[in-house]
């Protein structure tokens, strides 16, 4: 297959390959804050959470509210406090799915190099 051709068919891969979970993913800063988080396994205010890096509190809030919008965290909000949590199903889940599509598409040698991600 072609990489155009590939373009053209839609499998399961294409609805996994969430841009919103890539920004949320690709930037160093948010990526220790959730690592943080995962490690820490309860909910934690944002200003709990600002301690694990050295980036302006007002920043830390920002990045939190991307990674809760891209369904990686879940928020609650008392008064003037806001906390977090990981979703960790959802996160996980996530990534299970799209490695799984990644390797349905991975060509084998018994195949060969004719993938299956398109529903060949």
Do not use: W
Not at 6 to 33: N, V
């Amino acid at each position: 297959m072609t990489p155009r051709q590939a373009a053209a068919c839609c499998g399961p891969l294409d609805d996994l390959l969430d841009p919103a979970l890539f920004k949320a993913l690709g930037d160093p800063t948010r990526i220790r804050l959730l690592g943080c988080m995962i490690k820490c396994g309860r909910t934690c205010s944002v200003s709990e959470i600002a301690e694990c890096c050295v980036v302006d509190f007002s920043v830390v809030s920002r990045h939190l509210r991307l990674l809760e919008r891209a369904g990686i965290l879940g928020s609650t909000k008392s008064g003037r406090n806001v906390s977090y949590t990981v979703k960790y199903s959802h996160l996980s889940m996530a990534l299970r799915s799209l490695a799984g599509a990644i390797e349905q598409c991975r060509p084998s040698e018994a195949r060969a190099g004719k993938g299956d991600c398109c529903g060949r």
